[in-house]
């Protein structure tokens, strides 16, 4: 059995640190000379999720000539991919598993949508994915499943 995580908790952003760094390191792929910086943060993160008490959670994976490094807080201000968002609006986004349902697929597409237009979203991309990085981390649908996975329901 699985373990589980309330999304945004720190054991779930831990996880979510280890399926990336997983994906990248199974693919096989050689990504040396590779530099990139990616992650996601969250505001209003309940208390319960936040022990720290930070003002954003989250967690970054950064590869340096092919090293992975990883960490359970928001990219630092030079990252090169973030997604910033409010975590009491994507929660529900946190257990959708991509390709069981086309019609779901397409509303959540349509969700996401709307969430970037009031703000609740942002999708940042200052610098696209090397092509080594990109090979090795193959369908982003895959790792979200994964990390689906690990994401264990909301709690009171």
Not at 13 to 41: P, R
Request: charged residues 25%; negative net charge; contains cysteine.
């Amino acid at each position: 059995m699985t373990t589980t995580y309330e999304f945004g908790s720190p054991g779930w952003l831990q996880a979510t640190c280890d399926i990336v760094k997983d994906q990248l390191l199974g693919s096989g792929i050689d990504l040396s000379g590779v530099d990139y910086t990616m992650g996601e943060e969250f505001f209003n993160v309940p208390d319960r999720l936040n022990p720290s008490g930070a003002e954003r959670t989250g967690w970054t994976v950064m590869i340096r000539n092919g090293v992975i490094e990883t960490a359970t807080v928001p990219p630092s201000a030079d990252y090169d991919s973030n997604n910033i968002a409010d975590w009491e609006a994507i929660e529900h986004l946190a257990h959708h598993v991509f390709g069981a349902d086309p019609e779901r697929d397409a509303e959540v597409g349509a969700d996401v949508a709307k969430l970037t237009a009031d703000g609740k979203l942002e999708m940042v991309v200052r610098r696209e994915r090397p092509a080594a990085m990109a090979k090795a981390m193959g369908d982003i649908h895959v790792v979200h499943n994964a990390v689906v996975a690990v994401t264990g329901p909301r709690q009171a």
